[in-house]
């Protein structure tokens, strides 16, 4: 699995480096252009596409070989006799993976230091967050392979139900655009969870949320793998570890502490901007006559409603044509395209997308006067550089270190006979 | 044979049933382990055997049954406290290699060096040291699987077909360890389905056919039991089923 990332690791660092140094050559010319180049979206988020890869496709087999092995060999039937509990024993399984998983991280992190020898500009708040986001998404599927690998009694049976929830969240994703009541679970799939840490956002509901997700699919573990308990026993139980994980999950998904990681600040409004927002205390409703499907809606939310949802204590956000499920062009509403804002009795609309235009109406809503804040313009990072240099180290030198590593750790010990006697 | 220690009640199983849907796998199975005997669980392929001992283990649900320890209901989260049993057809570790496994065990089960030493040097287990478990033959993973019940120190030890894949002159050997271990203090209650291995070691048998009790004692009390004056085990099991 890791020589497989090293080469994916490598191959996406020297594609995604190409494409920016060619995007840059225009753009040290032209300042405006510059700004426009974020090294964090043009390489570390394409870099860290294969640790994606790998950790939803082959991550999984490595989770559930751990438990699976043990159960197939007989192993946990003789561990379990011994002074180890089966939590002890999921918290060491876990822990190992954890090792690995640090080893998992170690192509994409050289990535991110050869991109800072050849010339690149790192900001390290955003890597750090996405390796953070990456982390979660590992420890979730750690803890859903794991409770796959106790519930099923093959391996094959586990990998395919471990896959139907990581699959699964792509599909999910895919539909949701169509069935209002799939866009609600979408909310919660794993791809939305590793999308929050990519958008550079670190959210403390979001991690809290993993968490518990994780933690709560670990000690399912711990319920299913006991045999000597009866079915029944393992059904309650189940009940009562997943009402627990729902019920710790409600007030950690409204925890609102939110830090916007990006050195752009492209998930942040201007900071006189936002503190007139937070101080609109009574609830705010918007009305988005957009369907899903519409480019306007998805601009609209991600630029406009994903920052105020932040920052606006009390808002209701209402899409008429979800619940009608029009498709863009067959909708013959005279108001299709307008978003209408309603706050303390008084009532606005818009037909703009735009937050240089939505933002002044909801100031005058709240009868604010807002005077923007002198902020440092991002400057973009334009770079024309060449990472054919560190194709030695992601397809030769890195696979030789993880099979030296693996040799290591098989190899047979030697005069064991002699060490024993 | 170890009459002094036989008379001192260990372990008592009360009427033990499993069914898998239905089939009834264990039907009111009731005995006593007493202190430091060798109590052989004798039956054909089939009639209950590993079901019992995995039931006894805490291993496997059971429909109905108690498991007493001196008199007190032992709970299933206690028995490890009391028993290890070792499964039959297990492979653990198999990637690893034998010595490593061992220093494993030993150091879970907090038994010194010089102990895991004296367990090898006891199954002749010094060739297979540098092997990984895979590579063992079915004689020495026997014996590598005897070493990691050894090396447990639970005052009953539960053996799955100790001597299964074993020839005359290893299993005679294991023998001869399971006795010194029995004659340590240890309590041994061993599954075996070869009638004349179970009679070279065991003090007492219970027979089991089709998840039934068929009768259980000395071989002079099972004899009387099955009403012939002179015989072996074989003879007596067939007498009774």
Sequence with gaps: MLIILSLLTGYSFVQAVNLFSQASRTALQYPEMARGMDPYRGVFIPTFGALYLVTTLLFPFTAIKLISSEKHSGSLKLLVQSVLNLRYIIAVKTAALTIGWLLALVPALSAVAAWGMIGGHIFLPEVLNLVLGYTLYAFVITGIAFFAASVTSSTATAAILTLAFTLGSWVLDFAAGTQSWLHSISSVSLTALLRTFEHGLFSLSTTGQALTAALGFLVLSTVWLNSGTKLRWKLFRSLVVITCSVMLSVPVSELRVFDDVTENRSNSFNPADEAALKQMNEPLTITVYLSREDSRRHDYDTNILSILERTVPELTTIYPYDSTGSLPGTVSDDKYGLIEYDYNGIHDESWSNSPGEVLPILHQLAGQTVTFSEVQQYPGYPVVTDAGSSNTWFYIILPLVFLLLWWFTNRLPRNRKKETQ | ?241
Excluded: W
């Excluded at chain 2, 089939?23 to 009731?30: G, P």
């Excluded at chain 2, 007493?68 to 290890?84: A, D, E, N, T, W």
């Excluded at chain 2, 240890?186 to 389905?193: F, G, V």
């Design chain 2, 1 to 241: 044979m170890n009459l002094t220690a036989s008379s001192s009640e260990y372990l008592q199983i009360n009427n033990i049933s499993k069914h898998y849907g239905d089939i009834q796998a264990l039907k009111d199975v009731s005995f006593d382990i007493r202190q430091t005997e060798i109590l052989g669980l004798i039956g054909p392929n089939g009639s209950g055997k590993t079901t019992l001992l995995e039931g006894i283990a805490g291993l496997i649900p059971l429909n109905s049954g108690t498991v007493l320890h001196h008199g007190k209901i032992l709970s299933v989260p206690h028995r490890k406290q009391q028993m290890f049993y070792l499964p039959d057809g297990i492979m653990p570790y198999s990637e690893l290699p034998v010595s490593r496994v061992l220093e494993f065990f030993s150091r879970l089960f907090g038994v010194q060096a010089h102990r895991m030493n004296t367990v090898i040097t006891q199954l002749g287990l010094e060739p297979t040291l540098g092997k990984k478990v895979k590579a063992l033959s079915k004689g020495f993973n026997r014996r590598y699987l005897l070493a990691v019940a050894l090396l447990s120190t639970q005052p009953l030890l539960i053996l799955d077909e100790p001597f299964d894949g074993l020839d005359l002159r290893q299993m005679l050997g294991v023998i001869d360890i399971l006795k010194q271990t029995s004659s340590r203090g240890r309590t041994l209650l061993l599954s075996i389905h070869q009638l004349a291995d179970a009679q070279r070691i065991c003090d007492r048998f219970i027979l089991l056919d089709g998840g039934k009790l068929l009768g259980m004692g000395t071989l002079e009390a099972l004899r009387t039991k099955a009403g012939i004056t002179e015989g072996g085990l074989e003879e007596v099991f067939l007498a009774l089923t």
